[in-house]
């Protein structure tokens, strides 16, 4: 639709802004320095690569990560923000082409009301798709719809010489498959293809009930398998017989629409002290939470949106956990070693007092497409803890029962797995690897999660 | 969706603010065309504004430097409009740079080429625009002015001194234009968190464009003249202009 007319004249190649920031994960446990570029149109995103100097970079979307995946301390960054534009739509097919920046937000709130659904809404819709591709998230549809990746048709990676290939299952397989859950360290998506998801109204009727313990969790989760959505909330301070009580939450797509919901959030303007989050006051909010439900269970129809983000309602809510911040603990635990595994894992935490409001389970289908992704068939497992000077010693032997049952740590949430857990967990490291060196020989996309991950 | 009843013509619609106002405009229902150089992005922001609301979008090429070439900008412009099914052109001009004081006084071509694009560049594509306006019957002009042209600083005073002539040009073509049922607006902005103030430390009340965006719409619907944005940059300028010389002669600002 452009109006022809001779190009008057050529446009210079622009040079690139970088600005000192501090960039954290969704954890904020801790700050990273760099140099940051904010590109606002294509091109700048190459240049931005290309003008680095040696020094070694990293895409950040919307920080929605709790630990390392996106901070890049003393090297550089490319915020993806205000790349966020979407470039096409064929209702026919329901595939999306957009631009990285683009968040699950923007794709609800254009296609929502068109009858679509982003594939695989993760629990907030502030992600932006290009991290959500990084992390091949999954949603509360996994067991039907697998993750992210499973719905990318293609994408476009700007590689570190500041040259773009489109990859696909048929085009360059194996970079495709390294870039889907590749944290970014195969270079920067700029654009990608996604198949969206239809649904027959902006509603779901979500049924809910409380589930008494571990054993009859897992049951639950097995018999809603016909269930288009579940996922399960689990008091993690209870134990002994209550091990595992928790509230099921299953929902499917109701056929009529309901009225939007007001925009207005909430939002948490400043860092409630430690001392507001004791083990006495989670206890008495999870207790009072999980008895809320009715015991014959109940059902509600809402908006698509107060069941797949819950928590977006309140803003800054991670700063509910004060000023040193908190790490979140997910793993996935094959289904035959499910009941032992998480048993010993809720014993720890509950051992340790360590836990908080925010535990989830969720049983998963099949495994994710990337050579990193982290689904696997099974249950998975998140726990949110407050940061304490003993944290790491916990996470450390959390790693350690995951890896006895052979399970497999989030890196999208994870600050604390060693390099050998890595190399156990993800068998196709590897091959991961190798793809990395041939798309990116100088090793030019480099995290602070990569680093610790001893991937260079 | 209503029916179209009014184009935005975005001068500089590659700008970060431009961008924030199309989407402003295009969710209230405006067709909107988007007018730079660099129009394969243009392109790629005029799609989103068709996906995200539906309403006729175009990027058109435009050069504020090309003198020559203003004329026939402004009567495409008004075909690209009427194609959208209405007579109503409106304008935001939202293109402008900001070297650094050093750099200018340090190349006095790159400070030519701002007073160029920010001055004779708006003052020559709005007048090649005001037989469409008037033609039409009026229409609404809002321009992105800055406090930065409100009292010279030693930062940006060679910047400052090309938003006062944008000043004191629009006074005149609003006065010009009035009786013709054009309306103008001056914005004068403090800090947007853009493209344009990216590399600079830290702005103090700098607003997001959406932001920034939401408040200039509602003034465009209502106001003419000039107005400060965000609002709370009324009292600080009214302070800083009340500040005497030889203080201000002291602050480095
Ligand atoms: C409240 C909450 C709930 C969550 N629930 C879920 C859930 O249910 N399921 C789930 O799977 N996840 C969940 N997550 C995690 C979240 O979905 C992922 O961390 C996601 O990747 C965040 O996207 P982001 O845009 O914030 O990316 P960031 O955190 O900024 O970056 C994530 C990774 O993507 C890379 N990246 C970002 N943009 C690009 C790009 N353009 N090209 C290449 N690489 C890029 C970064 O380098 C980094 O490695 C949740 C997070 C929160 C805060
Ligand atoms: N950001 C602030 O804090 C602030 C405050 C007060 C006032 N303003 C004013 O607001 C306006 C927009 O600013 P912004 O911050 O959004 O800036 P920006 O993102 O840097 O955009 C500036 C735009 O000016 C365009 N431009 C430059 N030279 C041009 C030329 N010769 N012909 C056509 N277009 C040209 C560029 O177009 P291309 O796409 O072709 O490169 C670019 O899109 C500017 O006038 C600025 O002075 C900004």
Same mark, same amino acid.
Request: proline letters at 6%.
């Given at each position: 639709?452009?109006?022809?007319?001779?190009?008057?004249?050529?446009?210079?190649?622009?040079?690139?802004?970088?600005?000192?920031?501090?960039?954290?994960?969704?954890?904020?446990?801790?700050?990273?320095?760099?140099?940051?570029?904010?590109?606002?149109?294509?091109?700048?995103?190459?240049?931005?690569?290309?003008?680095?100097?040696?020094?070694? %970079?990293?895409?950040?979307?919307?920080?929605?990560?709790?630990?390392?995946?996106?901070?890049?301390?003393?090297?550089?960054?490319?915020?993806?923000?205000?790349?966020?534009?979407?470039?096409?739509?064929?209702?026919?097919?329901?595939?999306?082409?957009?631009?990285?920046?683009?968040?699950?937000?923007?794709? %609800?709130?254009?296609?929502?009301?068109?009858?679509?659904?982003?594939?695989?809404?993760?629990?907030?819709?502030?992600?932006?798709?290009?991290?959500?591709?990084?992390?091949? #998230?999954?949603?509360?549809?996994?067991?039907?719809?697998?993750?992210?990746?499973?719905?990318?048709?293609?994408?476009?990676?700007?590689?570190?010489?500041?040259?773009?290939?489109?990859?696909?299952?048929?085009?360059?397989?194996?970079?495709?498959?390294?870039?889907?859950?590749?944290?970014?360290?195969?270079?920067?998506?700029?654009?990608?293809?996604?198949?969206?998801?239809?649904?027959?109204?902006?509603?779901?009727?979500?049924?809910?009930?409380?589930?008494?313990?571990?054993?009859?969790?897992?049951?639950?989760?097995?018999?809603?398998?016909?269930?288009?959505?579940?996922?399960?909330?689990?008091?993690?301070?209870?134990?002994?017989?209550?091990?595992?009580?928790?509230?099921?939450?299953?929902?499917?797509?109701?056929?009529?629409? #309901?009225?939007?919901?007001?925009?207005?959030?909430?939002?948490?303007?400043?860092?409630?002290?430690?001392?507001?989050?004791?083990?006495?006051? %989670?206890?008495?909010?999870?207790?009072?939470?999980?008895?809320?439900?009715?015991?014959?269970?109940?059902?509600?129809?809402?908006?698509?949106?107060?069941?797949?983000?819950?928590?977006?309602?309140?803003?800054?809510?991670?700063?509910?956990?004060?000023?040193?911040?908190?790490?979140?603990?997910?793993?996935?635990?094959?289904?035959?070693?499910?009941?032992?595994?998480?048993?010993?894992?809720?014993?720890?935490?509950?051992?340790?007092?360590?836990?908080?409001?925010?535990?989830?389970?969720?049983?998963?289908?099949?495994?994710?497409?990337?050579?990193?992704?982290?689904?696997?068939?099974?249950?998975?497992?998140?726990?949110?803890?407050?940061?304490?000077?003993?944290?790491?010693?916990?996470?450390?032997?959390?790693?350690?029962?995951?890896?006895?049952?052979?399970?497999?740590?989030?890196?999208?949430?994870?600050?604390?797995?060693?390099?050998?857990?890595?190399?156990?967990?993800?068998?196709?490291?590897?091959?991961?690897?190798?793809?990395?060196?041939?798309?990116?020989?100088?090793?030019?996309?480099?995290?602070?999660?990569?680093?610790?991950?001893?991937?260079? | 969706?209503?029916?179209?009843?009014?184009?935005?013509?975005?001068?500089?619609?590659?700008?970060?603010?431009?961008?924030?106002?199309?989407?402003?405009?295009?969710?209230?229902?405006?067709?909107?065309?988007?007018?730079?150089?660099?129009?394969?992005?243009?392109?790629?922001?005029?799609?989103?504004? $068709?996906?995200?609301?539906?309403?006729?979008?175009?990027?058109?090429?435009?050069?504020?430097?090309?003198?020559?070439?203003? $004329?026939?900008?402004?009567?495409?412009?008004?075909?690209?409009?009427?194609?959208?099914?209405?007579?109503? &052109?409106?304008?935001?001009?939202?293109?402008?740079?900001?070297?650094?004081?050093?750099?200018?006084?340090?190349?006095?071509? &790159?400070?030519?080429?701002?007073?160029?694009?920010?001055?004779?560049?708006?003052?020559?594509?709005?007048?090649?625009?005001?037989?469409?306006?008037?033609?039409?019957?009026?229409?609404?002009?809002?321009?992105?002015?800055?406090?930065?042209?409100?009292?010279?600083?030693?930062?940006?005073?060679?910047?400052?001194?090309?938003?006062?002539?944008?000043?004191?040009?629009?006074?005149?073509?609003?006065?010009?234009?009035?009786?013709?049922?054009?309306?103008? &607006?001056?914005?004068?902005?403090?800090?947007?968190?853009?493209?344009?103030?990216?590399?600079?430390? $830290?702005?103090?009340?700098?607003?997001?464009?959406?932001?920034?965006?939401?408040?200039?719409?509602?003034?465009?619907?209502? $106001?003419?003249?000039?107005?400060?944005?965000?609002?709370?940059?009324?009292?600080?300028?009214?302070?800083?202009?009340?500040?005497?010389?030889?203080?201000?002669?002291?602050?480095?600002?």
């Amino acid at each position: 639709m452009n109006l022809v007319l001779p190009r008057l004249n050529l446009h210079a190649a622009s040079d690139v802004a970088w600005r000192s920031v501090a960039l954290r994960g969704w954890g904020r446990l801790g700050s990273a320095p760099c140099q940051a570029a904010r590109p606002e149109r294509l091109r700048e995103v190459a240049d931005a690569v290309t003008s680095i100097n040696g020094r070694n %970079i990293i895409a950040h979307g919307a920080g929605r990560s709790y630990g390392d995946a996106a901070l890049n301390g003393g090297g550089a960054a490319v915020l993806t923000a205000r790349l966020d534009r979407m470039l096409g739509f064929d209702a026919a097919t329901g595939v999306l082409v957009a631009e990285p920046g683009v968040t699950f937000a923007d794709v %609800i709130r254009v296609f929502l009301p068109q009858g679509f659904l982003p594939p695989t809404p993760p629990g907030t819709a502030f992600a932006t798709l290009g991290g959500a591709v990084a992390n091949d #998230v999954h949603g509360k549809n996994q067991h039907v719809a697998g993750c992210l990746g499973d719905h990318v048709a293609w994408l476009d990676l700007l590689l570190a010489d500041g040259s773009t290939r489109r990859l696909s299952p048929t085009q360059d397989a194996p970079a495709f498959h390294a870039t889907i859950g590749g944290i970014g360290l195969t270079g920067i998506i700029t654009a990608m293809a996604l198949r969206l998801l239809r649904v027959p109204s902006n509603a779901m009727r979500v049924r809910r009930r409380r589930v008494g313990g571990l054993d009859e969790y897992l049951d639950a989760f097995r018999a809603a398998r016909g269930a288009t959505w579940s996922v399960g909330w689990v008091d993690a301070l209870a134990g002994g017989a209550a091990l595992g009580r928790g509230v099921l939450e299953t929902a499917e797509h109701a056929a009529e629409s #309901v009225a939007i919901p007001a925009a207005g959030t909430r939002s948490m303007p400043f860092d409630v002290p430690g001392l507001l989050l004791n083990p006495l006051s %989670i206890r008495a909010f999870n207790a009072a939470y999980w008895r809320r439900v009715p015991a014959r269970g109940e059902e509600r129809t809402v908006h698509a949106n107060r069941f797949l983000f819950p928590l977006d309602g309140i803003g800054g809510w991670n700063r509910l956990y004060g000023a040193r911040g908190f790490h979140q603990f997910q793993c996935v635990l094959p289904e035959a070693e499910a009941p032992r595994g998480l048993r010993r894992l809720l014993e720890e935490v509950g051992r340790a007092g360590a836990a908080s409001f925010l535990a989830v389970l969720k049983w998963m289908g099949r495994p994710g497409l990337g050579m990193l992704s982290f689904a696997q068939p099974g249950f998975t497992l998140a726990l949110d803890m407050p940061a304490r000077p003993d944290s790491r010693a916990l996470l450390l032997r959390l790693e350690r029962i995951t890896r006895d049952h052979g399970g497999r740590l989030y890196l999208a949430k994870d600050s604390a797995l060693s390099p050998q857990g890595m190399a156990e967990m993800y068998p196709r490291l590897e091959a991961f690897q190798q793809v990395r060196a041939r798309l990116d020989p100088r090793g030019r996309f480099s995290s602070d999660m990569s680093r610790r991950l001893g991937l260079g | 969706m209503p029916a179209v009843t009014e184009t935005w013509l975005v001068l500089g619609g590659g700008s970060t603010i431009g961008r924030a106002f199309a989407q402003r405009a295009a969710a209230a229902g405006a067709a909107v065309l988007l007018a730079g150089r660099d129009v394969a992005e243009l392109e790629r922001s005029a799609a989103d504004l $068709r996906l995200r609301h539906g309403v006729p979008a175009t990027s058109v090429l435009f050069d504020a430097l090309e003198l020559e070439a203003h $004329r026939g900008f402004a009567r495409a412009c008004a075909t690209l409009a009427q194609g959208n099914g209405h007579r109503q &052109l409106n304008l935001l001009l939202a293109f402008g740079i900001m070297p650094s004081q050093a750099e200018c006084e340090a190349d006095p071509l &790159l400070a030519r080429r701002m007073v160029e694009t920010n001055v004779t560049g708006a003052a020559s594509v709005l007048t090649a625009l005001a037989p469409v306006l008037r033609g039409q019957g009026g229409g609404v002009v809002v321009a992105l002015g800055s406090v930065a042209g409100e009292r010279g600083r030693p930062r940006n005073h060679l910047y400052g001194a090309t938003k006062a002539a944008l000043a004191v040009f629009l006074q005149g073509y609003a006065a010009r234009h009035a009786r013709h049922g054009v309306r103008v &607006l001056n914005l004068l902005a403090g800090p947007v968190d853009t493209a344009l103030t990216w590399p600079l430390p $830290r702005l103090p009340f700098i607003a997001s464009p959406a932001a920034f965006a939401a408040q200039a719409w509602c003034q465009a619907r209502r $106001r003419s003249g000039q107005v400060h944005l965000p609002r709370i940059w009324a009292p600080v300028m009214a302070a800083i202009r009340a500040v005497p010389d030889r203080v201000f002669n002291r602050l480095d600002l």
